[in-house]
């Protein structure tokens, strides 16, 4: 059992930046794909990044490329998401996720991660 636990969430105002953090409690994340996906009132879970942690390649939603970037930390514990250029349509409750069996096609797909977070607000404000 993985528990994952994010922090950073909060309000900013349009074109601000935000870093959030995924720390897993006690344990190595290596092996791991780790992923953030975000879900906003009344609209569907959706994908916004995610990272290997062993080789640290990048995936990204289109609606993020060139604002966001997602990292790891060298002791591959903890997952951030640092989010520049924030916009209102950016609000959501943002989750942490990970697994260990994911090919690459499946990195953007919620239901193929094993582990999920609790979530951290993200609140844009125009």
């Known amino acids: 059992q993985v528990e994952l636990v994010e922090s950073g969430g909060g309000t900013v105002q349009d074109g601000g930046s935000l870093r959030l953090s995924c720390a897993a409690s006690g344990r190595t994340l290596s092996g791991y794909t780790m992923g953030w996906f975000r879900q906003a009132p009344g609209k569907e879970r959706e994908f916004v990044a995610a990272i290997r942690m062993n080789g640290a390649h990048t995936y990204y939603a289109d609606s993020v490329k060139g604002r966001f970037t997602i990292s790891r930390d060298s002791a591959k514990t903890t997952v951030y998401l640092q989010m520049d250029g924030l916009k209102p349509e950016d609000t959501a409750l943002y989750y942490c996720?990970?697994?260990?069996?994911?090919?690459?096609?499946?990195?953007?797909?919620?239901?193929?991660?094993?582990?999920w977070g609790q979530g951290t607000q993200v609140t844009v404000s125009s």
């Open positions: 996720a990970g697994d260990r069996h994911l090919i690459v096609s499946s990195v953007g797909i919620g239901s193929q991660y094993d582990y």
